[in-house]
């Protein structure tokens, strides 16, 4: 993963005048083992296991802090809820209606631009509009999924 100019995540949250406190160094930790995506509460249930005395509330408090750092990043499970990332390079998600199951997608680009500042600087463009960065997480249905739909008896609603 890049993280500019090589700089560990102490040297960036101390160039914010921010502590690299216990809970995280415990977060960061968790996230460094493994590419994944979790929700507070599922990180916090995580932590608990492993016999880290963290609340809940400073799980959310610091994966907030980590988030306005960059060290990690945020983004819309399956019902909307708060996931979160470790890997903060350019990706696209997946994300499957059925189960809630993420596969991170390379980067799509268009006429040489990532697909995000493609649509961006297009729509800007074209309505005079400031846009904010696009969200290019797409839903669908994973292969396990459309296997169990298939397999289905009764056809079912494609009611989101
Ligand atoms: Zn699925
Ligand atoms: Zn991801």
Redesign the pocket.
């Given at each position: 993963m890049e993280r500019g100019k090589g700089q560990t995540p102490r040297e960036i949250l101390h160039e914010r005048g921010l502590r690299y406190s216990r809970p995280r160094e415990v977060i960061l930790g968790y996230f460094s083992e493994r590419?994944t995506?979790v929700s507070a509460e599922e990180l916090y249930l995580e932590l608990k296991r492993r016999g880290e005395a963290l609340s809940l509330s400073t799980v959310y408090l610091n994966l907030g802090v980590l988030k306005n750092a960059g060290l990690v990043?945020e983004?819309a499970g399956v019902s909307g809820e708060a996931l979160y990332?470790?890997?903060v390079g350019p990706?696209h998600?997946l994300i499957c209606k059925g189960c809630g199951a993420?596969l991170?997608l390379p980067e799509l680009t268009v006429a040489h631009l990532p697909l995000k500042t493609f649509l961006k600087q297009r729509a800007e463009s074209d309505s005079g509009w400031q846009i904010d960065e696009p969200n290019l997480d797409l839903l669908g249905l994973c292969p396990a999924c459309q296997r169990a739909q298939e397999g289905a008896c009764e056809p079912r609603q494609a009611t989101p």
């Open positions: 590419d995506h990043r983004f990332d470790s890997n990706h998600h993420i991170d």
